[in-house]
C-alpha cells in the first residue's frame, strides 16, 4: 500500500471522528456581521486554533480590529517541500428568516435527502466550516499515517468573509513575511456538477462607476420647459444606449486592450459541459444571450468583459405620474474585466465617452466604485495542472478548468499583497442554500473533498520544488 | 363721460374698500388638500356667495363630495347680451414651511417693494383670490355705474384646484344646462411681464405613459450572468434614445401628423418678445435649446410637441453600490402634444415603438397615465381680437397671444364637457412665488386688473352676438 492510498484509507476510516469535529464547529454561532455573536466568532477561531494545535500546527490566534485571524503553521516532510498557504473563513452568514429552516441551523445533522444522497445541515456547512474543515481533516489523516505533511503549510482563516473582510488587507498587509507562500489554496468555490470536481482559473476584475448627470439647476415643470431645456435623463440614456455596438461589444476606445483570446482547447472543455444558452438562461427565464454574437453562454461569462448597468435614477419615480423634467439623473455602471485590461484605463475612457457625449451647458460628477484588474492563473500553470490530475483522479469525472464571473477578493489581495497566485478548488454545489435558509453541504463533498486535497498535498509535495 | 370711463373711474375710487374685501376673502385659511381647513374651505365659499348675492347676482353654494362650488348668475343689460362663463377658484395651497413666511399668510398686507412697486401679501393674494376678486370687482363697479352687466354672466369658483378638481367634472357634467355659455374667461395664468398682458390661446395637450421593461425572473449578479442575460436598463435605455434623431424631433411614427406651423405673424410677435435661448434658459443654469432645431424657445415650448422622459429606475440605486442586473426597469413618459395631434394614435405609436424594440424573451407592460388633446383659440377668433384690444387699451404694451406650454384640464373639460372655448386672462407675475411662502400680487395687478375686466366685458358685450 503507498503512503497515498494509507493516506486516502485512513480518512475514509475516520470519516465519522471528522463529521463530529465539523459538527462541533457547526454548533458555534459565529455570525460575524451581528455584534451580539462576537463572542461566538471568537470562539469558533479559538476551536480551529485548539484543533490545529492538537495536530501538531504553531497556531495562534490574532486580534484585529474586528473578528480575530487564525494562523498556524506547519513544517514540510522535506526542506525542499513546496509551501502552500490555505485560506479559508469560520463567519458564517445570520440564519433569519429562522422560521424557514427545518432544523436548528446550529444544530448540525445528517439526512438522507434521496437513495444515496446523503447531506449535512446546518448553517456553515458548506460555506464555509464544511470546506475548510476538509483541508484539515486532510491533514490530519496526513499527518497519523505519515507522521508529516508533503508540503509546508500556512493556514489563515478569516472571521470576517460575510461581512467584507475589513481587517483582512492590513492583516496581510501587517503580515507578509508571515503569510506569502508558493501559492495560495483557496476552498471557497464550488463543484461543477455532482460528478465533476472544477478549478477556478480566472476571475473577471471590476470597475464600478456612478455618473450623475445634471441639467439645469432645479428641477422644472415638463410643460413650461419641455422641449427647450435640457433633460439629463435623455442625455443618459442616450450615453447608456451607445455603450454597445449592434454586435454587443463595448464602444469605448481601447476597452479590449488586453482581453485575449481563450485558448481553444479550453474553449471545447467548456463546450463539453453542455451548458447551452437556453439551459443557462433558462434557469432565470430568459433564452437569448444578450452580449457578444457567437460565443458561448460561458465564453461570455467567464472569459469576455462586459459593461453592465446596476443601477439607474432619474426624475419621479413613486406611484402615479409627475410632469417634471429633472435636474440630475445618475447611474451606477459596473465593468467587468479580463485579461490584462487596466481598471485606470477603462475608467478613463468611460469618463472621455460620458464627457464627449454631454452638452456644453451640462455637467456631470464621477463616484468612484472600487477596480481590480482579473485574475487569470495561467491555464498552463504546474499548480494547475498538478491539481486537475488530482482531482481527476478522485471524483468519476475529469476536472473541469473553469472561470468565475464575480470577484473573490481575496485572491486579488494575494496576488497584489502577497504577490502570489491562487488555486481555487471547493466541493460546494450550486443547490447548496448559502446564505439561505436550510443550508446543506453533501456528505459526499465532505468525504471526496478530504480525499482530493490528500491527493493535491501528495501531487503537490512530489512535484519538484 | 361714456359708461366705460365711468365704470373705470368707479372702480378706481373704490380701490380701498375692494381691498378690504380681498382681505376678508384671503384671512379665510381655505386649503384645500388639508382635511383640518374643510370648514374655511366652505366659510370661503359662503363668503363668496354672500357677496355675490350682495351684488345681485342669484348665488348658491353646491355641496360636492369635496368642497362646495360656488354658482352665480346675472343677467346681461341686453337680452341678446353674450353670455361669459367665469371661472376661478377660492382654494389655497397649504403655507408650510410657515417659518419662511415674513408675515402672517392669513393676514393680508400692503407693502412698498420698491418706490412704485406695490404689493399685496398674503396665501392666495395671487392664485387665486386676487385674481378672481378682480373680475368679482369689476361686475361690481359697472353695477355701481350702469346698474346692470353688458354680458350675461355665470359664475363658477370651485374649491378644490389646489387638490387635483376631484370633483370638477362630475358637476359640469351634472349642471351642464346651468354652466354653458358662449365662452368661459378663465383667470388663472399670468402676464407676460410687468407691462404686457397676456392672453394665453394655447395650451398643450398631454400623453402620460409608464412603461416597464421586464426580463429575468429575478435580479441577477451581474459576475454570474453580466455579458449573457439581457439587462433591461439596457433595453429602456437604448429605447429612450431612440425616441429623438439628431435634430431633436420625436422618431415615432406619425408623430407630426395634425401639428400645424403657427402662423408667421404670431411667430413675429413672439421674436418680439426678446425671448433668447439664453434669457428663457439662463434662469435654470441653462443656455442652448435642447430640442428640435431652428425653433425659438417659445416655439419649442408653446407651440411643438415634445417627448419627455420623467422619471426612469431601475436596479439598485442606494447608497454604495450593488452589481446586480436588475429584473425590471422602468420609466415615466410623457408627450405634450399641439393642433390635432391624437392622443390615443400617439400612445399606440409608442407602445408599438418599444415592442419592436423588445428581444424576443423580454417582455413589457404599460400603464396610461392620462391623455388629453391640446387646446387651441384660433388665433383669428372674435373673442381674442376684443380681449386683446381691451387689455391693449389698459396697460403700457399691446397684449401679447401666447401659448403655455403646460395643461390645464379645466380648459379641455369646458371644452369636451360644454363646448365651449375659453378666454385665458390673467394678472399674475412670474415672481409672484404662488405655491410658495411669501406669496404676493402687485397692486397694479388688482387695480388694473379690474379696470381690464371692465374692458373686456364692456367690449364683449358691445359685440354683435
Redesign the interface.
Known amino acids: 500500500m503507498t503512503e497515498l492510498n494509507g493516506v486516502l484509507a485512513k480518512a475514509d476510516q475516520t470519516l465519522d471522528a471528522a463529521l463530529e469535529r465539523l459538527f462541533a464547529l457547526v454548533r458555534i454561532p459565529s455570525i460575524s456581521t451581528d455584534p451580539a455573536y462576537k463572542e461566538a466568532c471568537r470562539k469558533a477561531g479559538q476551536w480551529l486554533v485548539d484543533d490545529l494545535s492538537g495536530l501538531g500546527f504553531t497556531a495562534r490566534l490574532h486580534d484585529t480590529p474586528g473578528h480575530p485571524m487564525v494562523v498556524a503553521h506547519h513544517d514540510g516532510a522535506r526542506p525542499d517541500a513546496p509551501h502552500v498557504l490555505f485560506y479559508g473563513h469560520y463567519d458564517v452568514q445570520p440564519v433569519d428568516p429562522l422560521a424557514l429552516w427545518e432544523s436548528d441551523p446550529f444544530e448540525p445533522s445528517i439526512k438522507e435527502l434521496s437513495p444515496g444522497r446523503t447531506v449535512i445541515t446546518g448553517r456553515g456547512t458548506s460555506d464555509d466550516k464544511g470546506q475548510l474543515m476538509t483541508f484539515v481533516e486532510a491533514c490530519r489523516a496526513y499527518k497519523a499515517v505519515a507522521g508529516s505533511l508533503p508540503c509546508r503549510v500556512t493556514i489563515l482563516f478569516e472571521g470576517e468573509e460575510e461581512s467584507g473582510s475589513p481587517s483582512l488587507k492590513p492583516f496581510l498587509d501587517a503580515h507578509a513575511e508571515e503569510l506569502k507562500a508558493d501559492y495560495a489554496l483557496v476552498c471557497d468555490t464550488g463543484m461543477w456538477d455532482r460528478e465533476t470536481p472544477a478549478i477556478s482559473a480566472g476571475l473577471?476584475g471590476?470597475v464600478?462607476e456612478?455618473v450623475t448627470i445634471i441639467?439645469?439647476?432645479?428641477d422644472?415643470?415638463?410643460?413650461?420647459?419641455?422641449?427647450?431645456?435640457?433633460?439629463p435623463?435623455?442625455i443618459?440614456?442616450?450615453i447608456?444606449?451607445?455603450?454597445?455596438d449592434e454586435t454587443g461589444r463595448v464602444t469605448l476606445p481601447g476597452f479590449y486592450d488586453g482581453v485575449e483570446e481563450t485558448p481553444s482547447q479550453i474553449k471545447a472543455s467548456w463546450e463539453s459541459l453542455g451548458k447551452t444558452?437556453e439551459s443557462?438562461?433558462g434557469e432565470?427565464?430568459?433564452?437569448?444571450?444578450?452580449?457578444?454574437k457567437g460565443r458561448s453562454?460561458l465564453e461570455?461569462?467567464w472569459a469576455?468583459?462586459?459593461a453592465?448597468?446596476?443601477?439607474?435614477?432619474?426624475?419621479?419615480?413613486g406611484e402615479?405620474?409627475?410632469?417634471?423634467?429633472?435636474a440630475k439623473?445618475s447611474?451606477?455602471i459596473?465593468f467587468?474585466l479580463v485579461g490584462k485590461q487596466d481598471p485606470d484605463a477603462i475608467r478613463s475612457a468611460f469618463r472621455d465617452y460620458v464627457r464627449s457625449q454631454l452638452?456644453?451647458?451640462?455637467s456631470v460628477e464621477f463616484h468612484e466604485?472600487?477596480g481590480s484588474p482579473a485574475i487569470q492563473l495561467p491555464y498552463d500553470s504546474p499548480v494547475l495542472t498538478t491539481a486537475k490530475t488530482a482531482l481527476s483522479d478522485e471524483w468519476p469525472k475529469p476536472a473541469v478548468v473553469i472561470g468565475?464571473?464575480?470577484?473573490i477578493p481575496i485572491v486579488g489581495d494575494f496576488q497584489s499583497l502577497l504577490g502570489m497566485e491562487s488555486l481555487l478548488v471547493g466541493f460546494g454545489l450550486s443547490d447548496d442554500r448559502i446564505h439561505s435558509p436550510n443550508e446543506k453541504y453533501e456528505l459526499q463533498s465532505f468525504a471526496k473533498g478530504i480525499r482530493s486535497w490528500i491527493r493535491i498535498l501528495a501531487a503537490l509535495g512530489a512535484a519538484k520544488p
Chains 1, 2 share one sequence.
Do not use: W
Open positions: 473577471r471590476l464600478g456612478e441639467a439645469a439647476d432645479r422644472l415643470h415638463s410643460g413650461m420647459f419641455g422641449g427647450a431645456a435640457a433633460n435623463v435623455h443618459l440614456a442616450k447608456l444606449a451607445g455603450l454597445h444558452a443557462f438562461l432565470i427565464g430568459l433564452s437569448i444571450p444578450s452580449g457578444e453562454v461570455l461569462t469576455r468583459p462586459t453592465e448597468v446596476n443601477g439607474i435614477t432619474g426624475g419621479y419615480t402615479g405620474f409627475k410632469t417634471v423634467i429633472a439623473a447611474a451606477k459596473s467587468r452638452p456644453a451647458d451640462c466604485h472600487g468565475m464571473g464575480g470577484s
